[in-house]
């Protein structure tokens, strides 16, 4: 694997959720694989689960973390070709990424949307940039679009809980507050559509996920309708998509209680973290034993384990 | 030791202040027993000896340390039940806490008290939920009510120093422009409580502090005729229990000066650090001979060492 | 090597000079020197360079690092003597660099100029209160005068990339929006006077540094006479010196463009970054095979790694 921006650049994906199992068996297995290494995790957003797997993933491969949060610690960076800096921004991407690439073995970036900017989202503006001036491998922690070690981490979770050869998975939507991006459900989708499952989106009408992500995936607006029979329900929020970045529905008969669950084939309820209890999901559920949240949140070590270490083997 | 959230989880003190005695004589003596062993540091409140002390006591037990600053780094954190999360936090505490013990094998809290909600403060809301929800060993770097690690340096310290078998240590209250814990007042009482010394609380009328906390310890309003003959004067602030946060007297005779020093028998001054020069305590005693402050500080490696290293253990 | 506040630190510039550019080949060669040491990292100030490149060399070494942000993570200091600490500092620099200098075995400072109080700024107010009260090696990781492991790497560059005995190096200033330290500029020509090269600088008429810096260095005002036949122009804007920390010239013929560059010996560009694009030099420039910018910034790894490993030599 020479970089993981997106799932497309996973080519064997039943072998590398073994892997990924594999290592979360022996997590030191490959120590040595990453020693002299320097991986470089850039956030540019909070992150909790992400900033502690990938430093442990990493750590657990033998290599050296060093954590830079964008803002707080290091400059503004510039991203337009051809600007006069003379405003906020101090330090143009290109020396930026050229830069860390030096002191850098391996580069992860959180960048989440501007959720204003469609084009700019969809171009996936700052992990882009980084690619096109970095000169080292670059791991997408959440981009504006993706969040693939998320995917990955859910896909491990489904292959090993599911009872049948084939199980019925579910993304709902679900109320929230506030614009969240479409990075997970993205992610998710996509990473369903080449599983061996029975895939099926819910949402209100108008609340369509990018066509391009969700191409001939049923979707059925009637959640009751959706859930039934499912094995697995993940639930997500995300903002509108064709009035990009707006909440323009925010019905509470959509948050996952009990009522929701009972049609389901005694499905595994997942989320990403972090989630709004009792606005997402209601907590007789999150408090559940169909809860898996946290052994998904556990295999956030192993996604990012099993993507660094493949990442190593190609730089030997 | 299977955790260490207060001074009761020590059992035997003698033995464990002489361990970290030779610890500090010999700090990378057990650096096998941290290898593979991941120690999360959480941070709600500013702290400069604590993350530092503690990372060095960890990085000389060979383990990796992952450091979280919340509200910079992370989420907004919900500690309510039930809650409807439609406001301003963003993850609730149980599946923060069960998420960061997956990855962290040991996980350090510094959360200092609202000073506004007595209940909430006395309950060690944080900490505890950390501690119901998490499924890892728990260390307090200072809560609502404690700070264990500074009493067990600062039980060190006096053994180091002691003179006498039974030395007479005065815990002195002391002036400062804003509302102060009383987590490290409340730990050093403990911690004098159970050593072989004479203890007297010194303090303006009105500055009780928990009565729970000092139980039969002398209390002397005389800050002169307290420091009598004392060995060690060990001074802090704290904002007032009964009036809960509230600083209702910031009387400037209190202030520690070689005036109060000199009735003394030559005692050493301590202080847990940082400390305001010339409100708490003025030049000429912090820098003279009588200050120990640098050494109490320098012993904070060791006690957190120790008790890093009791934890791991007891985790084989 | 003892400390490394400012270039005068440095003996025999030649063979440090060699040195760093045998790390360079080899990094890991004295992986065991830095084993069990700790370096602290105190940043006052933004960094990404200093911050990174600082991190590698100590971890190439085999140290660990620890990280402080001052403001964020940890109290606000107070530097002047005698103060009544009741204002909104908490610590005093004489507890801080003591107690600091107990966990780290040295201790790496960033600490800018106020711009505001010329006489503050000259003292080297926050760096030599670091080693007035800190009791271990300090290195300059830029302060208010002196960014000596840039001028250190920049030293490395040209010695790696000059193709003749004696190359031409100009310093020229170009303007900025916003005030900017004179550390870079400072440094930068106290290590051209010891190099073997023809050292000129070039700025706006009463854009003069300390003098008591440029000593007998020639001072062009007339930018396209400086450039002539120059083989290194090194570009910096500065604040005013006399005119103490003020804007005082904002010309835009000063930036470098192609049009500059044009009457020189098809001379490498250099600085130190972040640069503002098309206001310090245009995109032509700085995006040409003339800009070694990428490569100066790389050598910040081994002038800091040659930096800490004279000083653990000198440690044993």
Redesign the interface.
Same mark, same amino acid.
């Given at each position: 694997m020479k970089e993981y921006l997106d799932i497309s650049d996973i080519n064997n994906l039943h072998e590398i959720i073994d892997e990924a199992i594999s290592l979360k068996k022996a997590p030191?297995s490959f120590e040595e694989l990453g020693k002299?290494k320097?991986i470089?995790l850039l956030?540019f957003n909070?992150?909790?689960?992400t900033?502690?797997?990938t430093?442990?993933a990493a @750590? @657990?491969l033998g290599m050296?973390c060093?954590v830079?949060?964008f803002g707080?610690?290091?400059?503004g960076l510039?991203f337009e070709?051809?600007?006069?800096?003379?405003?906020s921004t101090?330090?143009?991407i290109?020396?930026?990424a050229?830069?860390?690439s030096?002191?850098?073995d391996i580069i992860a970036i959180r960048a989440f949307p501007t959720l204003t900017d469609k084009e700019k989202d969809l171009s996936e503006h700052v992990l882009n940039n980084f690619k096109k001036y970095g000169s080292v491998p670059i791991v997408n922690m959440e981009s504006a679009t993706a969040h693939p070690l998320q995917a990955l981490a859910d896909a491990i979770t489904i292959t090993e809980l599911k009872k049948t050869a084939k199980p019925k998975v579910v993304l709902s939507w679900a109320p929230h507050?506030k614009a969240l991006p479409h990075a997970v459900a993205n992610s998710f989708t996509k990473m369903m559509q080449r599983m061996d499952v029975d895939f099926v989106i819910t949402h209100p009408e108008g609340y369509e996920l990018n066509p391009e992500v969700t191409k001939d995936t049923p979707i059925v607006y009637d959640q009751e309708e959706a859930f039934k029979d499912a094995d697995f329900i993940y639930v997500k929020n995300w903002s509108n998509y064709k009035e990009y970045g707006k909440v323009v529905n925010n019905d509470p008969s959509w948050t996952i209680s009990n009522k929701q669950m009972a049609v389901t084939n005694n499905a595994k309820f997942m989320h990403c973290?972090?989630?709004?209890?009792?606005?997402i999901v209601a907590?007789e559920v999150?408090?559940s034993d169909a809860s898996v949240?946290?052994e998904q949140?556990?295999n956030r070590?192993y996604s990012a384990q099993v993507v660094l270490k493949r990442i190593l083997e190609h730089l030997k």
């Open positions: 030191y002299h320097t470089g956030f909070s992150s909790l689960r900033r502690l797997s430093q442990k @750590q @657990q050296h060093i830079i949060n707080a610690d290091a400059w510039e070709d051809g600007t006069v800096m003379n405003g101090t330090e143009h290109k020396e930026a050229a830069v860390i030096q002191y850098c507050p973290l972090p989630v709004r209890r009792n606005v907590d999150i408090d949240v946290i949140a556990n070590t």
